[in-house]
């Protein structure tokens, strides 16, 4: 009888373990390509508004490679700068799916040293459109990409 249940205990957790991790793969898949930046938003720590800071942003470019590398091109500083990406997950442990996913994004200059990362939270991701919080130590910006692919 305890056998039976330990059994069924494991392949339950490998059975879920399994799904997570093709759900990550899913969103990786949906990644992989050129997104250009639509909509940006600043909020401040301890602010009540945000700023919309999307001039900043306007006509840059990220694309994702499937080997986990990356491409940021800045249109204002017309420089090209070459990275590489993460996609994580995190599970909530009271048995309801409240999944987050996680982006992790590094770029680096010329000579190899970091020049600037994107750490933050995918909060939606379809075939078009990503919309991304990441944080910094002052507050959060939110993206939202649209694929150009």
């Known amino acids: 009888m305890y056998k039976q249940i330990i059994i069924l205990f494991l392949l339950s957790t490998v059975s879920i373990s399994c799904s997570l991790n093709d759900r990550i793969e899913r969103r990786e898949d949906r990644l992989v390509g050129r997104w250009v930046f639509d909509r940006a938003f600043?909020?401040?720590n301890n602010a009540i508004f945000r700023d919309n800071v999307f001039d900043e942003f306007a006509g840059d470019i990220i694309e994702f490679y499937p080997n986990?590398?990356?491409?940021?091109?800045?249109?204002s500083e017309r420089f090209l700068y070459f990275g590489e990406w993460e996609v994580f997950a995190q599970r909530d442990r009271a048995g309801d799916d409240d999944t987050e996913f996680f982006l992790d994004m590094y770029f680096y200059d010329n000579r190899g040293f970091e020049s600037f990362s994107y750490i933050g939270e995918v909060k939606a991701l379809n075939r078009n459109r990503l919309r991304l919080v990441t944080y910094d130590r002052r507050?959060?910006?939110?993206f939202r990409l649209l694929k150009i692919d």
């Open 139 to 142: 507050g959060e910006y939110t």
């Open 42 to 44: 600043y909020k401040g």
């Open 68 to 75: 986990f590398e990356a491409s940021y091109d800045d249109s």
